[in-house]
């Protein structure tokens, strides 16, 4: 089996509602979009394209090169579907693979057990064919087999990422609730920001949106930050094509000319915590790091300028009286502050996001793990349009 040159369906996955800005990207890269669902989009392409979107995707979970699609009644028709795969032509017998999987079939109770069954379908064929064994174990750190079954159709993948792609490699420390790399540049891509005018986020927390608006800003892919992907562990990889291309990305980063980044936070351990993992994506640089309460932060005067928060939700009763105040005054700093800036606050507390007191101008839906978030977009205009106006951001 050819899979670096021979084109088959590839499933590229990201997290819940972050398909729109994983579709822009895929498209961004050349390639044309057969298929977009809510957890991900699927193109045409051989495991040389997966290659490319592993090192380059910011929004994406997991590459996926399918390998059979078959119908699938219970475990033994999965094991007979499996075996007669020529593993030997994928998998050196001497290496290693782990299996991953979604099924939903009544006669599987756990995923385990499914795994277990491509297991052994894979490891008596390479037996046969090789009278050699790979070794298995539930680490992604070699090959990577992926089955997905639902109901009767079932389908088998190269997953050619192995860890995932939403974690971008860079957070040494997470800080408290950290927002999801993928997450957080799908988010900055949904906004109107150039990429060259001043990028504000108080409240930063970790560092997580100013590191990615960094890596945005200087064309740096998070790709170039891993070493290991589940690609390079199957049988024909070629190593001097992914060099060549991940070269090419290093030689593609620039600085535009006159870049300003910042990020704010009232907690000294906050803004350590962000300078560590800036440091790790090696952009800390690049972005003016303050230790002060969000209204206190140096807003640069200058037109098409974008300010983003991610405040607190509120789990609690009391956190969430609390945060009502909190709230309120990040209305009041965007209309007095801010003026000229597009604002953005994302929030999974919409009852809270009330309390802003700013009409926003755009709604988008995302979901934080299980939360269902929005981005609010507020245009905050330098003249006397009045932006004041209640209204519910549901």
Excluded at 8 to 18: A, E, G, M, R, V
Excluded at 34 to 59: A, W
Excluded at 96 to 117: D, E, G, K, M, W
Aim: proline share 4%; hydrophobic share 40%.
């Amino acid at each position: 089996m050819q899979v670096f040159q021979t084109n088959s369906k590839i499933i590229i996955t990201c997290h819940k509602w972050l398909s729109p800005a994983l579709t822009k990207e895929v498209l961004a890269l050349g390639f044309k979009i057969d298929r977009s669902f809510q957890t991900g989009v699927e193109i045409t392409g051989t495991v040389i394209d997966c290659i490319t979107l592993n090192l380059q995707l910011r929004c994406a979970s997991q590459v996926m090169y399918s390998l059979k699609s078959f119908i699938c009644n219970d475990p033994n028709e999965l094991y007979k579907n499996l075996v007669v795969i020529p593993w030997e032509k994928l998998l050196t017998p001497d290496g290693y693979f782990s299996v991953t999987s979604n099924v939903f079939h009544p006669t599987i109770q756990t995923n385990l057990f499914a795994n277990l069954r491509v297991k052994d379908a894979i490891v008596d064929r390479m037996r046969e064919a090789t009278n050699l064994r790979p070794s298995t174990g539930s680490e992604l750190s070699g090959a990577v087999v992926y089955l997905f079954w639902k109901h009767e159709e079932a389908e088998i993948f190269l997953d050619t990422s192995g860890e995932t792609l939403a974690k971008h490699g860079y957070r040494k420390l997470p800080g408290k609730a950290p927002m999801l790399e993928a997450l957080a540049a799908a988010t900055i891509l949904s906004t109107k920001w150039d990429k060259k005018a001043p990028f504000v986020n108080p409240m930063c927390g970790s560092g997580t949106l100013a590191i990615e608006a960094a890596l945005i800003a200087t064309n740096r892919v998070p790709g170039l930050l891993r070493t290991n992907y589940a690609f390079m562990h199957i049988k024909g990889y070629l190593q001097e094509y992914y060099l060549t291309v991940r070269n090419k990305l290093e030689s593609q980063i620039m600085v535009p000319d006159g870049l300003k980044i910042i990020a704010s936070d009232l907690s000294d351990k906050a803004i350590s915590i962000s300078k560590l993992n800036a440091a790790a994506a090696g952009v800390e640089d690049l972005i003016d790091f303050q230790v002060c309460d969000f209204e206190s932060t140096q807003i640069p005067e200058m037109e098409g300028a974008v300010i983003m928060f991610n405040p607190e939700y509120g789990e609690r009763l009391g956190d969430e009286i609390e945060l009502n105040a909190t709230y309120a005054r990040m209305g009041d700093f965007l209309k007095n502050k801010c003026k000229g800036y597009t604002g953005y606050i994302f929030t999974g507390n919409l009852d809270l996001a009330k309390k802003i007191r700013l009409k926003p101008s755009r709604r988008i839906e995302f979901f934080n793990a299980t939360i269902d978030c929005r981005l609010l977009e507020y245009e905050l205009y330098a003249g006397t349009r009045r932006t004041d106006k209640i209204e519910n951001p549901a």
